[in-house]
């Protein structure tokens, strides 16, 4: 089993938006042998739900997230992912005091795998999480496609 941690600050929008948009895109594609998760680097939202805004854009897309609840990355994430996948520069700083480094090279932006490597910005404060949706999914696209060409999928 391959697993996946998607990492944003609360682990209340951007975060469990890529776990449920990858795994959605996974389960209709016929790939098994994936596991995808979602973590918080602070601890400002743990046991909440998903913000409405990221619960509206999984609904349209006939995703439900209403279990989904905020935790936070630990040190024993990063021996238990293969890869921990940040939604911007900060959330890997975070990651990376959260897990005493990165000796394994295993943290990374989800759109660092696009042709255009940035930060997906957070739409707790710019409000479009629609914008969001089409970076995670473009992050999600390229992720797949790296996947099956390290033939962790095939």
Known sequence: ??????????????????EFILR???????????????????????????HRGTVRVLHSLGIDCSFK???????????????LLGADSRNIINMKRIAGGDEDGKILRLLDFTSR?????????????????????????ALINWLYEQGIIS
Request: aromatic share 8%; with cysteine; net charge negative.
């Open 1 to 18: 089993m391959y697993k996946i941690l998607m990492v944003c600050h609360g682990n209340i929008c951007r975060s469990p938006m890529a």
């Open 24 to 50: 959605d895109m996974l389960k209709k594609r016929g790939i098994e042998g994936i596991e995808v998760a979602s973590a918080a680097t602070s601890t400002e939202e743990l046991g909440n739900g998903v």
């Open 69 to 83: 609840r905020a935790r936070q990355m630990t040190r024993a994430d990063y021996a238990e992912y293969d890869l």
């Open 117 to 141: 490597p940035r930060d997906i910005a957070d739409p707790w404060y710019t409000g479009n999480f629609d914008e969001t949706q089409a970076d995670v999914t473009e992050g999600c696209e």
